[in-house]
């Protein structure tokens, strides 16, 4: 798009576009979402940015109407496979708060340098500065939600200071922390003991319509006992799951039921430090940042999926929420995963429902398992020799899957397809997908739903 195409968006409030790009206003020092619904503002005053953080780096803070941080990720960093859409796969998934600028390079196989001249040449922000972006969305959530002392969710954001903490919110949202809880008028009277109990509600952002049914039918069909489980009639169904995180666990509910542009979900974590990592391991596994308009274009106009796009938009590719479980599971099934969750999963310290385990790590897997292929997977898992996380090159990952004895084409594209996202994959070989590119795993999905849609 050019400036002048993306000015159209914004003079129409074309949500189609939000988390695509943003833009500000030089003469209110404010930075939108395309859809904002305040005044359009004169062309000459609007600038356009690729990220949030690159306009919050020209000085511009995020707008109090639109909140411009809280919307979908651009369906871009899915599709691409090159340095910048892996690094933004792997920022997103809090590598650089783990890790620093220098774990995100040696991950891409990059020097720091050339990745942060990447990353600045074409979203105009380097990595610190992304993952800053991310450090303050996260604590608005955490202030406006929870009553968690100030301190707490400074750390728990990942900022590495309070003194940073305030001076990024402050930057970014024109206000104190202390204002922004106030504004938004929950959470206050919550006591930290009681917002660890009930959870983090969060309203997980999607674009476009969203086909909610699908997803929940999919889910439902491959639970495995203890570790997720769907409950609720189909319409009004929840999904729920555990969570194996770098520093801890967590307890994660989402709803089916979508309120307008989002999900409502809710997490439980036993370490606040890892919500940025949860919340963007339930978007993949929801495939939140999708673009359906573009997915819906095409597929409709293939005269056997034509009439599904027209009844039922928005259909999406599910991917996981823990890509070395799913290489599991896709291997011996989901009878046999259970099994191996009742005997080598990890026992969550405080149970919830039927949620009692988390899926036991590659590690734990490799010294017990006597199955051959499940020891060659689980051992090449453990030991880094495939490697399945968030920003990991997808042909790559492919090709050392079908080194191991047991993983035949379909099982390595299905571990593509779900396991790393990628949107144009086609495990069963369909005829005629070809013609599905570039979202060939949307149309597998929809080819699959065909037979759930009315006449």
């Given at each position: 798009?050019?400036?002048?195409?993306?000015?159209?968006?914004?003079?129409?409030?074309?949500?189609?576009?939000?988390?695509?790009?943003?833009?500000?206003?030089?003469?209110?020092?404010?930075?939108?979402?395309?859809?904002?619904?305040?005044v359009?503002?004169?062309?000459?005053?609007?600038?356009?940015?690729?990220?949030?953080?690159?306009?919050?780096?020209?000085?511009?803070?995020?707008?109090?109407?639109?909140?411009?941080?809280?919307?979908p990720?651009?369906?871009?960093?899915?599709?691409?496979?090159?340095?910048?859409?892996?690094?933004?796969?792997?920022?997103?998934?809090?590598?650089?708060?783990?890790?620093?600028?220098?774990?995100?390079?040696?991950?891409?196989?990059?020097?720091?340098?050339?990745?942060?001249?990447?990353?600045?040449?074409?979203?105009?922000?380097?990595?610190?500065?992304?993952?800053?972006?991310?450090?303050?969305?996260?604590?608005r959530?955490?202030?406006?939600t929870?009553?968690l002392?100030?301190?707490?969710?400074?750390f728990?954001?990942?900022?590495?200071?309070?003194?940073?903490?305030?001076?990024?919110?402050?930057?970014?949202?024109?206000?104190?922390?202390?204002?922004?809880?106030?504004e938004?008028?929950?959470?206050?009277?919550?006591?930290?003991?009681?917002?660890?109990?009930?959870?983090?509600?969060?309203?997980?952002?999607?674009?476009?319509?969203?086909?909610?049914?699908?997803?929940?039918?999919?889910?439902?069909?491959?639970?495995?006992?203890?570790?997720?489980?769907?409950?609720?009639?189909?319409?009004?169904?929840?999904?729920?799951?555990?969570?194996?995180?770098?520093?801890?666990?967590?307890?994660?509910?989402?709803?089916?039921?979508?309120?307008?542009?989002?999900?409502?979900?809710?997490?439980?974590?036993?370490?606040?430090?890892?919500?940025t990592?949860?919340?963007?391991?339930?978007?993949?596994?929801?495939?939140?940042?999708a673009?359906?308009?573009?997915?819906d274009?095409?597929?409709?106009?293939?005269?056997?999926?034509?009439?599904?796009?027209?009844?039922?938009?928005?259909?999406?590719?599910?991917?996981?929420?823990?890509?070395?479980?799913?290489?599991?599971?896709?291997?011996?099934?989901?009878?046999?995963?259970?099994?191996?969750?009742?005997?080598?999963?990890?026992?969550?310290?405080?149970?919830?429902?039927?949620?009692?385990?988390?899926?036991?790590?590659?590690?734990?897997?490799?010294?017990?398992?006597?199955?051959?292929?499940?020891?060659?997977?689980?051992?090449?898992?453990?030991?880094?020799?495939?490697?399945?996380?968030?920003g990991?090159?997808?042909?790559?990952?492919?090709?050392?899957?079908?080194?191991?004895?047991?993983?035949?084409?379909?099982?390595?594209?299905?571990?593509?397809?779900?396991?790393?996202?990628?949107?144009?994959?086609?495990?069963?070989?369909?005829?005629?997908?070809?013609?599905?590119?570039?979202?060939?795993?949307?149309?597998?999905?929809?080819?699959?739903?065909?037979?759930?849609?009315?006449?």
């Amino acid at each position: 798009m050019d400036e002048e195409t993306r000015y159209e968006a914004v003079s129409s409030r074309d949500a189609r576009f939000d988390g695509e790009f943003f833009f500000a206003v030089e003469t209110t020092g404010i930075y939108c979402r395309p859809s904002c619904p305040a005044v359009t503002p004169k062309r000459k005053n609007v600038r356009f940015y690729p990220t949030a953080a690159a306009a919050q780096g020209n000085g511009f803070r995020a707008c109090r109407r639109c909140r411009p941080d809280a919307v979908p990720g651009s369906a871009d960093w899915n599709v691409r496979a090159d340095v910048v859409g892996r690094a933004m796969r792997m920022i997103g998934d809090g590598v650089v708060d783990r890790e620093g600028v220098p774990g995100l390079a040696h991950r891409l196989g990059y020097s720091s340098r050339q990745v942060q001249r990447q990353l600045n040449a074409e979203l105009g922000a380097g990595p610190v500065a992304l993952a800053r972006a991310q450090r303050a969305h996260t604590a608005r959530v955490l202030l406006q939600t929870t009553g968690l002392p100030v301190t707490e969710i400074a750390f728990a954001a990942g900022f590495a200071s309070v003194r940073q903490f305030n001076e990024t919110v402050r930057q970014i949202y024109a206000r104190t922390p202390s204002e922004l809880r106030t504004e938004a008028g929950t959470g206050l009277g919550a006591a930290p003991r009681q917002a660890r109990t009930t959870g983090i509600p969060l309203r997980l952002a999607h674009r476009g319509p969203y086909a909610a049914r699908e997803v929940f039918d999919l889910l439902a069909g491959e639970t495995v006992a203890r570790i997720e489980e769907v409950s609720g009639e189909p319409g009004a169904r929840t999904y729920r799951r555990t969570l194996r995180l770098p520093h801890g666990t967590g307890i994660a509910a989402v709803d089916e039921r979508s309120a307008g542009s989002w999900l409502e979900a809710r997490i439980h974590l036993t370490d606040l430090r890892d919500l940025t990592t949860a919340v963007q391991r339930l978007r993949r596994l929801f495939d939140l940042d999708a673009d359906p308009y573009a997915v819906d274009e095409l597929l409709g106009a293939d005269p056997m999926l034509a009439a599904g796009v027209a009844v039922r938009p928005g259909v999406r590719s599910p991917g996981t929420a823990d890509p070395e479980e799913f290489a599991v599971r896709a291997l011996v099934g989901p009878a046999a995963a259970g099994e191996l969750v009742e005997l080598y999963g990890k026992v969550l310290d405080v149970s919830c429902g039927g949620l009692t385990h988390v899926f036991p790590e590659p590690g734990v897997l490799a010294g017990a398992v006597s199955d051959p292929a499940l020891r060659a997977l689980a051992t090449a898992l453990a030991d880094g020799d495939v490697r399945l996380d968030a920003g990991d090159d997808r042909d790559a990952a492919e090709q050392a899957l079908l080194r191991l004895p047991g993983i035949d084409a379909a099982t390595a594209k299905l571990i593509r397809m779900r396991g790393l996202g990628d949107p144009d994959v086609d495990p069963h070989g369909t005829p005629g997908s070809e013609l599905w590119r570039p979202w060939r795993s949307y149309g597998v999905r929809r080819a699959e739903a065909m037979d759930r849609v009315p006449a």
